[in-house]
């Protein structure tokens, strides 16, 4: 059985954020005008997003996280984030979570991180590993997995 690719999680957890917010609103602790602040997180969590993607594009390597990589970036956002990409959609869950302002709002963008970590991340890491050796070593000190 194939595994769903990250997109399809982000689209999943932010479905399921949306209808635990109306279906069981727990707690509303951000309220109108701050809820509003939420879109400042949309504007980080789609740049990351969109300038993964093009380096992915540029350095003619894969973003699927299935398949082996062909060239280890360093540049740009993954020399803040590893992950900049699952980060960069973590922005967007947690700026919907802010919008909608409940406690349950949120549950998305904690799933979406506990699947990343235990669904791709660690298979990535290790075809890192497997392809890039001391060189993904030495970068892994560097640069935090989320941050």
């Not at 919008?99 to 990535?124: C, D, H, K, P």
Request: net charge positive.
């Amino acid at each position: 059985m194939k595994k769903l690719l990250p997109p399809t999680h982000f689209f999943t957890y932010l479905i399921i954020s949306v209808l635990l917010h109306y279906a069981l609103p727990i707690a509303q602790i951000i309220n109108y005008p701050f809820n509003w602040l939420g879109f400042l997180f949309f504007i980080p969590g789609g740049i990351l997003n969109i300038w993964t993607d093009q380096l992915f594009k540029k350095n003619k390597t894969t973003v699927k996280p299935d398949e082996k990589p062909a060239v280890l970036i360093q540049t740009g956002p993954f020399k803040i984030s590893r992950n900049p990409m699952y980060l960069g959609m973590t922005l967007l869950l947690i700026g919907a979570g802010v919008i909608l302002g409940t406690v349950t709002s949120f549950a998305g963008a904690i799933l979406f991180i506990a699947a990343m970590q235990f669904v791709f991340i660690s298979q990535e890491e290790k075809n890192l590993q497997e392809t890039f050796g001391e060189e993904f070593d030495a970068y892994k000190k560097k640069v935090g997995r989320w941050l």
